[in-house]
């Protein structure tokens, strides 16, 4: 069975710190997702990645930097932790290619709370 | 720019009653059409996914979507509810020419009650 893995489902840390969040898939899918489930705003879409070593901003990037080293990993970085970044964070990959749509594989989220 | 709207945030049942799920898309291009459930705890599924030919998809658990283009509406219906169903559901758009890039709703969570 096809997985997207995140390392943790649940963090607490202090502001202040930097916190790594990971995903690991095993698909061999070339794009990887980061979004954040907030009540009432659904998924908002961090950052992406089509490629190894490739990224880009999606709608709220502001406090996160990604890192793709490898293409079945995909890290989000918070470089200094706020209560405002209190949140579900959603790993997500999908296969690259023209055609239908392929739709995304999600991780089971990971909840994070600053304190 | 696309965007989705679920009107709904909540929706209550009580059990074998059908329900529908409002799905409301706006986008200047053509675009893919999904519904995703979410279960306490857990993270997305997908529920069914609209491409092209028939306006009626069926997907998994007896959910089925009509999309209708000129109200561009992607409405989830099922006939029959059970509490297993209890969850929250997400509507989602793509555009064809990015499918890689989702936009999705701020998900409808669906009550079933005994």
């Known amino acids: 069975d096809v997985k997207v893995t995140q390392s943790s489902r649940y963090l607490v840390k202090r502001t202040g710190e930097k916190v790594f969040l990971e995903c690991v898939q095993d698909?061999?899918?070339?794009?990887m997702f980061w979004y954040r489930q907030d009540p009432g705003l659904g998924l908002r879409l961090i950052y992406f990645s089509y490629d190894v070593k490739m990224k880009e901003k999606g709608d709220i990037p502001e406090g996160y930097s990604v890192s793709r080293e490898k293409k079945e990993r995909f890290s989000l970085i918070l470089e200094s932790a706020s209560t405002n970044q209190t949140s579900m964070y959603l790993c997500?990959?999908?296969?690259?290619?023209?055609?239908?749509?392929?739709?995304?594989?999600f991780g089971s989220g990971t909840r994070l709370t600053v304190v | 720019a696309q965007s989705v709207t679920q009107l709904d945030s909540q929706v209550p049942v009580f059990e074998e009653a059908p329900v529908e799920l409002r799905c409301n898309y706006s986008?200047?291009?053509?675009?893919?059409l999904f519904w995703y459930v979410q279960y306490p705890n857990q993270g997305l599924q997908l529920l069914l996914k609209y491409l092209s030919g028939s306006t009626l998809v069926k997907g998994i658990n007896g959910f089925e979507a009509e999309f209708n283009k000129s109200q561009t509406s992607f409405h989830l219906r099922k006939p029959s509810v059970h509490i297993s169903d209890t969850a929250e559901y997400f509507c989602a758009v793509t555009p064809q020419y990015n499918f890689n890039k989702f936009y999705f709703g701020s998900g409808t969570k669906l009550n079933v009650k005994p």
């Open positions: 997500a990959s999908s296969l690259s290619g023209t055609g239908e749509g392929n739709g995304y594989t």
């Open positions: 698909m061999d899918h070339e794009n």
């Open positions: 986008s200047s291009v053509s675009v893919y």
